[in-house]
């Protein structure tokens, strides 16, 4: 027996996803193809708050729809448990933490997100509590969650450990954790040959290496890696470069503070890669049980 169903075994005993996930999302939003195989509030500010506004997240969000609901059926939401969606986005967990009749809070460093996730949040007449702030210093007291996730967001804090611990700090003994990642990946060599360069140091793609997520929690978390596989489609490469360069927030701004040459010759490689019109990626689901 796995992590995944001893955790569905305990507590709220509604099954689990399987071991892996592949969903395929024709970006355009008319069809969507899911296979599942097995109060100390602070405004943030700078680069990374700002790397993170602007884009039409909510966008590329809507082809992370299967993952969400993997996230959300991982932890067996039901009503009254207490979730914290950490860089939560626009509000896609979140969201559906709160139809399943959770107790939501989510927190994110960009406002622009936030605003996007309250007004989403509002169309539907959810009560979820939007907060801004830093998952490496989150503004919750000990153990003030039930289930805490965190959707290719957490990972790209540059303190790894920081944003560890505090999302075990938050979590309560017998609590969930559910996390993705994306490793390092043919689409990360591409944006490498594209011209980007990363921050000397942990990178988000070492959150989906076993030893480095057992380092980071497995002190206080019984641990479980999954994997999946995303997968978006568009009648051509243009037409996935433009949903891209506009909707992954670290490239555009990469995009946005490059010279005509440079942003010009980025395409050139990025458009290449997509020219099938298909964009697939691996990712790695983490679940914890808080001990």
């Known amino acids: 027996m796995g ?50 506004s602007g884009a039409s997240y909510e966008r590329m969000v809507e082809t992370f729809t299967a993952i969400h609901d993997r996230v959300v059926g991982t932890l067996a939401i039901e ?28 927190i994110d460093i960009s406002a622009d997100q936030l605003a996007k996730a309250r007004g989403a949040a509002e169309e539907e007449g959810l009560a979820i509590r ?28 540059p303190d ?23 490793p390092k990946d ?23 290496r076993e030893e480095h997520v057992r380092a980071l929690l497995g002190d206080a978390f019984d641990l479980e890696l999954q994997t999946g596989e995303w997968r978006i489609e568009a009648d051509s490469g243009e037409e996935l470069w433009e949903l891209v360069s506009t909707s992954m927030p ?13 942003r010009a010759r980025a395409e050139r490689v990025y458009l290449e890669y997509l020219a099938p019109g298909v964009l697939e990626r691996k990712y790695v689901l983490v679940v914890g049980l808080r001990r």
């Open 3 to 52: 992590l995944a169903d001893e955790l569905a075994e305990r507590r709220w005993p509604q099954p689990l996803g399987q071991r892996r996930d592949l969903s395929r999302v024709l970006i355009r939003g008319v069809g969507e193809e899911v296979a599942h195989g097995l109060s100390m509030l602070r405004r943030v500010s700078g680069s990374a708050a700002d790397t993170w």
């Open 130 to 157: 939007f907060d801004e702030g830093d998952c490496q210093e989150l503004p919750y007291g000990d153990a003030s969650f039930d289930a805490v996730a965190s959707a290719f967001g957490a990972i790209f804090a």
């Open 186 to 208: 043919e689409w990360l060599r591409v944006s490498e040959r594209a011209g980007r360069t990363f921050p000397e140091g942990p990178d988000a793609s070492d959150w989906a």
């Open 160 to 182: 790894h450990q920081r944003a560890a611990d505090e999302l075990a700090r938050v979590c309560r003994r017998g609590g969930r954790l559910a996390l993705t990642a994306w």
């Open 250 to 262: 670290p490239l555009r701004s990469w995009l946005e503070e490059q010279s005509d040459e440079v």
């Open 79 to 106: 009503p009254g448990v207490r979730v914290l969606d950490v860089a939560c986005g626009t509000g896609g967990v979140a969201l559906r933490a709160a139809r399943a009749g959770a107790d939501v809070v989510g």
